[in-house]
């Protein structure tokens, strides 16, 4: 309540600014022009000059005939005449309803739009906190951090304060610092799948193809990890692996206790992916919603042309691109393979095979 | 709670300036003083509310209120205060708050300036000046409010950018921005004399401490910019060219145009037309240098963001007001009365050929600064303009403007003679010659540049000096006489004599740079490294931890010629939040001289990589940038230029002003 | 002198500075101005050996090589090519692996390219903007995905 008093106060002391001087009798006398003032002054210098034997006289005199001509001209440009009668009352009359209605409805109206009065009803939090305050949780992450900063071989206090990142959102940091927690504490499999889940998110819900290969350490540690097998399901899902990411889900699902805190997300996964456009077999590709296939196949290559990926993923993609009927596309995934794999014989000769299978003949360099 | 007050604030200055631009124009049309005395008064109000709102966001920075997005994104609870404060202009939307206070500042001195200036100029001026903060607040509040709110609020800042915690960056910014935002009252005062059709030597005496201001600050904002890449980027350059740095520079080059073609206007009553022109010009490429630098067309480490919104918005402004003072200028241009026209061989002659030669070095500037920006929308061809064009266009121009400056400072007003004049400075030419033919002799073999330059920068400043000498001395007049009359020079005399011999010492700062050694090495503990007569010895390596980076500490200790002068310290440090690297120079100051240090790497076997250069009288660069910022102020403080304030009893009156 | 001359005396000396001031730009133009060229259009274009460039990309992850007296061996890729690059110098603070970066030089006969300075970004958000737009263009860049935060 008081800041909406301030504001009322500051917009009237505002609108005072204004009103102030229209109400003013304006006082004309004791004002001399600065126009001639300027050119009395200028020769009053050269009298006071000459006086002094600063100025020749022959010179005072040019000079003060120079600064004559300027003042004579100068005069009689009077700048104001005093406006009195009925014109001059309406004008200010029109200023002063100017600014009473100009002013608060534009500030409220602009406040209203880009401020934050709703915030002025909460209690000023911040009040409380400060620098100060030891128990406050910032100055203990900023302890932790300076902490860390000296003894970065500390894993444990990596892993502390890798999901207080990840809670924040600063997932770029939480990767970091998991990263520095398993090279110094050794990798476990719950360590593997949080790290593994940091760089997910922090990618969007990306499965990388590096985080994957991180989810199947975790899983090869310890087989039960639901974290690392759910995402491991979802990376199957987005490489367009539907069946395979199915069976990831249900035997996650048939693994955990019926009352696991991940059991319901994973229940939506499945239930998401065994949908309306649910199909009988694996050989039902074609009948598969077109969209699907779109985005799956989208999905593919924009994973495949920002990181990279494995001959026969690209081999996958060209296949995709043929079956849709889209063969130029096919043939640019081919080209654009060969670039990738340079280096890689077998992979070339994966490709290779692939764009011959699929009479990719105008592929060939 | 004071974070909403502000903002409040902010949009009450955009309304009070909306009444402040309407009322007095309207004002001045109808010929009324009591509409025109809204504007003092309005603007006063504008400045109150706009303190308000930057004290508002300084105390959110002071305190580490996260719950304001601008904290947070640019502020850290652990960073020193200092850099807390700063850190409010050190991002984009607190610099453009920045300059629309120093705006409103101005704008209130010139209300206040009632006596000195005509009512009705006064008004318009207001009223222009108005017109530009309504653009700027409108800006800032649509495209980049400091204000906005984080819920929840997060519990950590992101920090400044470390490159940015430095001092001299602090007070970078406020100088440049005093610069540039004093030109905007050059510039209202230049639409306000064509809105009212007339002008004449009261209008130049008015605009000219404005100028001669915002020179100065200008000044010493480039300076103190370029002493900071220097110390703070490692590579031991001054100026490179970028396109950041020729944004500043322009307007100076405009500036300085300005600031010499009001003395002929003051003076003489002639190069009008010229002079608002140049004072519209000057303030188009202040708001061009704002433009390329924060609308992210040119990445720097001065584009806090990139943001195109941000970037068309002020390319909106830079069309409005360049446009719109460019088309008043041509609709009433014509009808100013002219004035006269002089002798080509005279002090104003002079002046008009510097004139000339600023403006057309600016415009070099302009076309390496903006064609690769205009090439690459039309053919989308990347190129780069850099040092070697600038030197090749920028110089051949200067350099024989500065060759006639003393002479141009020698001669009379109205008519000058050119022999009496090139007598007056017969001495000094040839004590010039003969010590750059001696150095010349005895730098045989090294850079030619650098004696020449040298030579150059001794005839500026010894032609400055020559010009106080002649004007108080003569054959046989004793020495307390030639005192009296040096004391009752012009203040503005000696102020011009220091701003040239300023420009001259800064000439030989940089014709020195051509003798700069350098030597370059990885070394391990004890290995030494030498550059010219210096060398140094890698003593230790040593991390230390500071509250918001970790560093490792180079300790060298230097000799030259074998005997030790003493030991520095050069640092690779790491922003911990931003995970940010920096190198900190290490610099030991003999005389004017440098031995600059700069670590490259350092290596997991405790060995480093190590730039040394030497580098002789570097520091007259920018002193000679503090002595002609010097001039400017002493200039400044001319009684002459404050018109109808009474003269204090007991002061010397000085020379007038046709005559001096 | 008469006013006409006086008047003509000063467009004399006008039209000289700018013609000097014109001729000077024109020929730096041919002289002095880089072209910014990514190793996809090094290739392209084919560039002769000893034209002056700015060579823009990623520096390549695993092929910096430190060699004494601050030697410095890495390549700058893109999404088609990489090119080899040696400099001797201090590199920029922010010069890493996998970064953005922009050197100037010229190729060498043997497809070397030979930099004489090297630039990186400033701060931890800038990518060289020609290196941002070339590699935009290329897919393999997307921007800084930051995490957007929930504001007023």
Known sequence: ?365 | MLVEAGHFALALALGLSLIQFLVPLWGARTNDPVLMSVGPSTALAVLACLAFAFLALTVAYVTSDFSVLNVVENSHSAKPLIYKISGVWGNHEGSMLLWVLILALFGAVVALAKSSVPVRLQANTLAVQAAITIAFLLFILMTSNPFVRVVPAPVEGQDLNPLLQDLGLAIHPPLLYIGYVGFSISFAFACAALIDGRIDAVWARIVRPWTLGAWAFLTLGIAMGSYWAYYELGWGGWWFWDPVENASLMPWLAGTALLHSTVVMEKRDALKVWTILLAILTFSLSLLGTFLVRSGVLTSVHSFAVDPERGSFILGILTIFIGGSLALFAWRAPLLKQGGIFAPVSREGALVLNNLFIATACATVFIGTLYPLALEVLTGDKISVGAPFFNFTFLPLVIPLLMLLPFGQTLAWKRGNFLGTAQRLYAVFGVVIVATLVMLAFTAGGPVGAPLGIGLGAFLVLGSLNEIVTRSWSRGSPLSVTWRKARNLPRSAWGTALAHAGVGVTVIGIAATAWDLEGMDTLKIGDRISAGPYTVRLERVVPRQEANFREDVVTLRVFRNGNEIGMVDTMKRLYVTRGMPTTEAGIVTIGLSQIYASVGEVRPDGSIGLTLYYKPLVLLIWLGAVVMAAGGALSLTDRRLRIAAPAPARSIPVASVPAE | MTRKQRRLTLIGVAGCILAIALGLVLYAMNDTIVFFNSPADVQAKNVQPGTRFRLGGLVKEGSVQRGDNQQVAFEIMDGQGSIRVNYTGMLPDLFREGQGVIAEGALEHSGVFRADSVLAKHDENYMPREVADTLRRQGLWQGDSKASQQTQ
């Open chain 1, 1 to 365: 309540m008081v800041i909406w008093i301030i504001l009322l106060a500051m917009t009237a002391a505002a609108v005072m600014a204004v009103l102030w001087p229209l109400s003013r009798h304006y006082a004309v006398s004791g004002q001399a022009d600065p126009n001639t003032q300027f050119y009395r002054e200028q020769i009053d210098e050269i009298e006071r000059d000459r006086e002094r034997g600063v100025l020749l006289p022959n010179e005072a005199e040019a000079a003060k005939a120079e600064a004559g001509r300027r003042l004579l001209r100068a005069t009689g440009m009077e700048d104001v005449a005093v406006a009195v009668g009925e014109p001059a009352l309406r004008r200010r009359r029109a200023a002063s309803t100017l600014a009473l209605s100009v002013l608060p409805i534009l500030a409220i109206a602009i406040y209203g739009a880009y401020g934050s009065p709703h915030l002025l009803g909460q209690p000023p939090v911040m009040a409380a906190r400060g620098p100060a305050t030891p128990s406050d949780l910032a100055t203990a992450i900023s302890q932790i951090e300076s902490h860390l900063a000296q003894n970065p071989q500390d894993g444990r206090g990596w892993e502390v304060i890798a999901p207080v990142y990840v809670r924040m959102g600063r997932m770029g940091d939480a990767v970091k610092a998991y990263e520095a927690a398993l090279r110094h504490l050794g990798p476990d499999a719950n360590r593997l799948a949080n790290y593994g889940e940091a760089m997910v998110l922090a990618k969007d819900g990306l499965v990388s193809s590096e985080a994957q290969g991180i989810f199947e350490q975790a899983v090869k540690l310890d087989g039960t990890s639901p974290k690392a097998r759910f995402y491991l399901a979802r990376a199957a899902e987005q490489d367009g692996q539907i069946d395979k990411a199915k069976a990831g889900y249900a035997a996650l699902l048939a693994g955990s206790p019926a009352d696991a805190p991940w059991t319901a997300v994973v229940e939506e996964q499945l239930a998401r992916l065994e949908g309306p456009q649910t199909v009988s077999r694996q050989d039902a590709e074609p009948q598969m919603g077109a969209d699907d296939i779109l985005r799956m196949v989208s999905g593919l290559a924009s994973r495949l042309e920002a990181q990279g990926g494995s001959a026969d993923e690209w081999a996958r993609l060209m296949r995709s691109y043929a079956v849709l009927g889209q063969r130029d596309k096919a043939a640019d995934a081919a080209q654009r393979a060969r670039q990738a794999l340079a280096q890689d014989d077998a992979g070339l000769k994966t490709i290779d095979m692939m764009a011959r299978e699929l009479k990719l003949t105008d592929a060939q360099p």
